[in-house]
């Protein structure tokens, strides 16, 4: 087995990435893992036909990255692990994979929720987008 020295867990405060955050971090302290935490503000509805970019939108969707992440690093310092946490704004799928290659990290720690092929269709969920676009291990904590 590769060993995990460097760990990347994508958080956003859903139940989903509760479990994952909890997983990841167990994970983390028994590798003694270097931890890194990201949020990530999706902007992608912002291109999807919408005609007008609220800056006060904009400003809210950041503060409540940045509220996740604090959350989720608070969450992982409960858990006896220093984490570096970063949040930034964009396509999660782009964001994850290019913060996961300037990271260099071993291993991408994602909540992932179960869904019918309808909703999967609807809400664009694009985990096989960001297999083919990392060189790490991907680990989805799947809800039950």
């Not at 859903?14 to 990201?38: D, V, Y």
């Not at 570096?84 to 990290?105: E, H, K, M």
């Not at 929720?113 to 664009?124: C, D, I, L, N, Q």
């Amino acid at each position: 087995m590769m060993p995990f020295d460097r760990i990347l867990l994508c958080y956003d405060g859903t139940p989903e990435g509760r479990q994952a955050l909890r997983c990841g971090a167990a994970l983390a302290r028994e590798l003694q893992a270097e931890t890194h935490l990201l949020a990530v503000v999706d902007s992608s509805w912002w291109t999807s036909g919408y005609d007008v970019l609220s800056s006060m939108a904009f400003e809210m969707d950041e503060d409540a990255a940045r509220s996740i992440l604090e959350e989720g690093i608070d969450r992982l310092s409960n858990c006896g692990l220093t984490v570096q946490g970063q949040y930034c704004v964009g396509d999660p799928v782009d964001r994850i994979a290019t913060i996961a290659g300037n990271l260099r990290v071993d291993l991408i720690v994602i909540g992932h929720h179960r869904a019918g092929p309808f909703a999967r269709w609807w809400t664009g969920e694009r985990h096989a987008q960001l297999l083919d676009r990392v060189a790490c291990g991907v680990l989805f904590e799947i809800s039950r």
